[in-house]
């Protein structure tokens, strides 16, 4: 690899998506789920419904989800410093683990207590159970469509949104659990239903936890084919060979290239850098690019040309 003088050492830096997210909308969001979390818990708790309870926890983790995702706005909106050069974005993606992770615990606890009831199933008032879980699916879908207007789709608001709508299909079978109480009398219907909807939160949990690790550990994005972007670089006129590629994710929606491009000696590296940031930028949608492009020396090519025979 030839790291010579540098004669294009090129940032295409075009700033991070915006961070500013609607924030009134998902004020509205977080009303509705916290102010209904309330009403879950104490009817929960006169119904002696754990469907209800449960249903309540997972709200709370909504609510949680939508208040980071406010204060992670606030956070990346500040521009960057001397000690964060990439400002504060990742912010929403340590707000989304915590999500993950506390969902994850919330799944457990729930799901021990369900399994327990079977064994020794309380009287639940299934009237009660209705008409909180048939209001619970109409706040659900009031803060989806709040969050729906929000203008920012970072990884906490996706997050977010992904819980809401997970905690409407948890309203929707304690409806489900007490219509079977009022008409059979089958009481481990409750328990059933709370296990449905801690099986949900694993699995929201999870998949949060999983992609936001990614951008911690600097993966590149999912949407993003690492060996399709070389191969696209190495195809481009004038271009010999690229090394040390490296495509992250800074934040939710701000993926991030460096590498190191070498070009025919008397070759125009800034022109050739020019034409591949713009080749990544139209095509796979990479803004933030550090092309360092070097002319390949004579000595280099008589060691390919002697390689290849």
Not at 8 to 33: E, N
Not at 147 to 157: A, D, F, I, T, W
Not at 205 to 225: H, K, M, T, V
Request: proline fraction near 3%.
């Amino acid at each position: 690899m030839a790291h010579g003088h540098d004669h294009g050492d090129g940032h295409g830096h075009s700033h991070a998506p915006s961070a500013d997210a609607d924030r009134r909308w998902l004020s509205i969001a977080l009303a509705l789920i916290a102010g209904f979390m309330l009403v879950e818990v104490v009817v929960g708790i006169i119904a002696s419904s754990l469907a209800l309870l449960s249903d309540a926890a997972h709200m709370l983790t909504d609510a949680g989800a939508i208040g980071l995702a406010l204060v992670a706005a606030s956070l990346a909106r500040r521009p960057p410093s001397r000690r964060f050069t990439f400002g504060l974005g990742r912010a929403e993606i340590l707000a989304a683990q915590a999500n993950g992770a506390t969902l994850l615990v919330l799944a457990g606890v729930l799901g021990i207590e369900a399994v327990q009831r079977f064994f020794d199933p309380p009287e639940v008032e299934g009237g009660l159970v209705i008409v909180v879980g048939v209001l619970g699916a109409i706040v659900n879908v009031a803060a989806a469509w709040a969050l729906s207007r929000s203008e920012r789709r970072g990884l906490n608001v996706e997050g977010a949104m992904a819980h809401v709508i997970t905690d409407l299909y948890g309203s929707l079978a304690a409806v489900v659990a007490g219509v079977l109480i009022v008409t059979t009398g089958f009481g481990e219907a409750d328990g059933i239903a709370a296990l449905t909807v801690s099986a949900l939160m694993v699995r929201s949990g999870w998949s949060l936890l999983r992609d936001s690790s990614a951008i911690l550990l600097e993966g590149s994005p999912a949407e993003i084919d690492t060996d399709e972007v070389g191969n696209a670089l190495a195809r481009a006129d004038g271009v010999i060979e690229v090394h040390d590629l490296h495509v992250w994710e800074v934040t939710s929606g701000f993926p991030a290239l460096a590498a190191h491009v070498l070009v025919r000696e008397g070759d125009d590296c800034h022109g050739r850098r020019r034409e591949l940031e713009l080749l990544l930028d139209d095509r796979f949608g990479i803004h933030h690019t550090t092309l360092q492009v070097d002319h390949e020396h004579p000595e280099q090519l008589l060691k390919l040309d002697s390689a290849s025979a």
